[in-house]
């Protein structure tokens, strides 16, 4: 009987058509690549995808930088109409008069910006940065005469806090009605007239109708899940730098808003990268309503301004290296060569590769490296046989006959694709040179294996002549003991520190 009713009440009302789609882009929700508008972005939702040359799509709010060029396409139908909704008014910084194009407009007094026209793409380009809270976009799906089914949007699935869901048919003057239940346990019918929102778990059933037809039950479910809040990640991690670093935070969480702290105490809502010049320790969390994420931190040392150089000579920095293949170590100062498949000559370091054995690593036993320039001078076997090993942080640049790296680190790796020759090896460190070298526990400017001896000598109790404390923490554990004479022999042997 509420079945026959509900056809009678169909047959009685207003015939409309629920052709239209609209896509809707929210930041934080809907995410691009890059947090800062200085590269390429683009982020993709229901068939709409919308680029930039020069965007920040996982910023909050949307970033078009000034001088780029945004285009907005569709795969599901043509485009009629994108409403940009800007964090500034008209006239105002990120306002939306700051896009121009053919079929866009914006008007004095608004923050909306507006597209209109009937094609599947189209471009803007933008005077100055634009800043978007929302980007709705409205696609004209393919119109059947048929009658299909209604097609929820979300189509079920989790949720946290409140859930926005249409409906929409592609049947020409079709009409939709849902209810609250499955197919076997109809509720009262309603009239779908516009978005309506889910608060807690429920079971939604629809069918479209025409005429006195009527379509198959579509059922979905949204459960709703309890909110959870992913801890900010810093971009760098903690790590030491020289003049100034930018420090970006993200949040994996969809909508979080981002917190940060120099104190962990008085916070300020994250927008744009912070800038750091001096040594500091940032706290930082996310936040979704009132819930909150773990209290994260990351510190940055600023580097000192002077320098030390550490250069390499083949004639009288040779280590346990000579003209017989097989790896080497070079200690100078407070920096160690290691190659692991390589040769030693008057005048030049071979480095083989590649193959197993082949390695060729810097590593710096007090300050940090900042810089290495290796040159080939006119040998044929370049620098650009080098690169960088997965992971290995800075920037590797080659050129002619010469190559350098460049940034912060312990320990630089490289990878041997190809035989290098290297007649100039120049190390730069951050700060003073160490007073000591790591490993020459008896002072002698040499590490062997009579450091070993005087390194046990001292764990028995002995009080061996010229003994250097600091040398003899050769894992760097802040603390004298066999696990140092392990470190030891291991470098010895060639493993490195």
């Known amino acids: 009987m509420k079945k026959l009713f509900s056809l009678l009440f169909v047959a009685l009302m207003a015939m409309s058509a629920w052709a239209d789609i609209t896509v809707t882009f929210v930041p934080g929700t809907t995410v691009g690549n890059n947090t800062s508008a200085n590269a390429y972005d683009e982020m993709t939702l229901d068939g709409v995808t919308i680029t930039c040359t020069s965007g920040a799509f996982a910023a909050n709010p949307y970033r078009f930088a000034g001088g780029s060029h945004a285009t907005v396409s569709s795969t599901v139908g043509n485009i009629k109409k994108v409403e940009f909704t800007c964090q500034g008014s008209y006239g105002q910084s990120y306002g939306p008069n700051q896009f121009y194009g053919d079929g866009y407009t914006s008007h004095s007094g608004s923050n909306v910006g507006l597209w209109q026209g009937d094609t599947t793409y189209f471009e803007l380009s933008t005077a100055s940065q634009v800043r978007c809270t929302q980007i709705v976009v409205t696609i004209a799906e393919e119109i059947v005469d048929e009658l299909v089914n209604p097609v929820f949007h979300p189509d079920g699935g989790e949720f946290t806090g409140s859930l926005e869901v249409t409906l929409t048919c592609a049947t020409q003057n079709a009409q939709i009605f849902y209810w609250e239940g499955t197919e076997e346990e109809q509720g009262e019918w309603i009239h779908y007239s516009g978005p309506f929102y889910v608060t807690e778990t429920k079971t939604f059933t629809a069918v479209s109708t025409k005429g006195n037809e009527i379509s198959?039950?579509?059922?979905?479910?949204?459960?709703?899940?309890?909110?959870?809040?992913?801890?900010?990640?810093?971009?760098?991690?903690?790590?030491?730098?020289?003049?100034?670093?930018?420090?970006?935070?993200?949040?994996?969480?969809?909508?979080?808003?981002?917190?940060?702290?120099?104190?962990?105490?008085?916070?300020?809502?994250?927008?744009?990268?912070?800038?750091?010049?001096?040594?500091?320790?940032?706290?930082?969390?996310?936040?979704?309503?009132?819930?909150?994420?773990?209290?994260?931190?990351?510190?940055?040392?600023?580097?000192?301004?002077?320098?030390?150089?550490?250069?390499?000579?083949?004639?009288?920095?040779?280590?346990?290296?000579?003209?017989?293949?097989?790896?080497?170590?070079?200690?100078?100062?407070?920096?160690?060569?290691?190659?692991?498949?390589?040769?030693?000559?008057?005048?030049?370091?071979?480095?083989?590769?590649?193959?197993?054995?082949?390695?060729?690593?810097?590593?710096?036993?007090?300050?940090?490296?900042?810089?290495?320039?290796?040159?080939s001078g006119t040998d044929s076997r370049t620098p650009s046989n080098l690169s960088l090993v997965e992971g290995q942080t800075g920037t590797y640049t080659t050129g002619g006959h010469e190559g350098t790296w460049e940034g912060v680190a312990q320990e630089v790796s490289f990878k041997v694709n190809a035989q290098v020759r290297l007649y100039t090896v120049i190390v730069t460190l951050a700060g003073e040179e160490p007073s000591f070298m790591r490993g020459d526990v008896n002072n002698d400017g040499n590490v062997s294996i009579a450091d070993v001896t005087t390194l046990i000598d001292y764990l028995l109790g002995m009080d061996p002549e010229n003994f250097n404390y600091d040398a003899a923490d050769c894992n760097q554990d802040e603390n004298v003991s066999i696990a140092d004479v392990t470190a030891l022999i291991d470098y010895l042997l060639g493993l490195g520190w």
């Open 216 to 375: 198959e039950y579509v059922t979905v479910t949204f459960t709703k899940v309890q909110q959870t809040v992913e801890a900010p990640v810093f971009n760098p991690a903690s790590s030491s730098f020289q003049d100034r670093i930018d420090v970006a935070l993200t949040c994996a969480t969809p909508n979080a808003k981002i917190y940060y702290s120099l104190d962990n105490e008085l916070w300020s809502e994250y927008v744009d990268p912070i800038p750091v010049t001096d040594d500091i320790t940032i706290w930082a969390k996310a936040k979704v309503g009132d819930v909150e994420s773990e209290v994260v931190s990351a510190t940055y040392t600023k580097l000192p301004d002077t320098t030390v150089e550490v250069s390499f000579d083949a004639a009288v920095d040779k280590g346990n290296g000579d003209k017989n293949r097989h790896s080497y170590t070079v200690v100078k100062d407070a920096v160690t060569m290691y190659v692991g498949d390589g040769t030693v000559y008057d005048d030049h370091y071979r480095i083989y590769g590649p193959n197993d054995s082949s390695a060729f690593i810097f590593t710096s036993a007090g300050a940090p490296i900042i810089k290495i320039e290796l040159s």
